[in-house]
């Protein structure tokens, strides 16, 4: 992969609701393993409109940590809201979301990276694709809803893939402007979105089963958030019939078309 000069390799975006207690152990887990990673790296902490002193936290840490910043408004507009936000705001080649809680551990980017080293445009975590030698630990109940919505998923819009709401999601970045300047949805439900738009506009798309760890505070409510992301689902399920992810037509090149016009002189923003 040829890299952008003076831009960092990757970019960690990590959505922050009211995160003030388990945020540092994350921050401190991700920066040690990008630091004996070798690659030049930034963190984009975003704080979704926190009522605790999750800013302070991330503020503190941007002391002694030149590679992380912050952005933060108020008030709360969800985590699609703040992915979307760090999404547009990082400035790396490989943009990775990874969630606050630390769930899915970074070492596991390195699974991520070998199937974009491999083709894909969007790699992203799963705790459901088959796999004996990943170790997953969910839930029952959590786990139950989450393959019931997973069902809906598959049916309505993205069949093959087993697991749309892991938060562990790597895009090239050409694909991540793509995406994430057109996609809509602010709740939970916006990876499906996203995955969809990906999928819509021909981005390749790898799912790679990783270990997870289910960790204590989850900000889903799975009785009031549940039907929240069926109903999300549905407005993309309606997006898409009425043409709203299609690309935009961009206008034809003088001369395009005709012999000697070569690739290069051509502009490609869809990868």
Known sequence: MTYTRGMPELSIIIPAYNEESRLPGTLESVSRFLQEHGKSYEIVVVDDGSHDATADVVQNYC????????????PN????????TGMLAARGDLLLMNDADGSSPIEEIVRLEDA??????????????????????????????????NFIVQSLLLPGLYDTQCGFKMFKRSAARDIFSVNRINGFGFDVEVLY??????????EVAINWANVEGSKVNVLID???????????????????????????????????????DRDDSTG
């Open 116 to 149: 974009i080293a491999y083709g894909a445009d969007i790699a992203f975590g799963s705790r459901a694709k088959p796999d004996a030698t990943r170790t997953v630990q969910a839930q029952a109940h959590r786990k139950f809803i989450g393959n019931t919505f």
């Open 63 to 74: 002391a002694n940590h030149s590679e992380v910043r912050l952005v933060s408004y108020q």
């Open 226 to 264: 549940s039907p929240k992301m069926f109903l999300e689902v549905l407005k993309v399920t309606f997006a898409s019939w009425v043409g709203m992810y299609k690309p935009q037509k961009r206008p034809r090149l003088p001369g395009e078309g005709l012999i000697g016009v070569s690739d290069r």
């Open 197 to 206: 738009i990906g999928r819509k506009r021909g981005y390749k798309i790898t």
């Open 77 to 84: 507009r969800g985590k699609g809201f703040a992915v979307r």
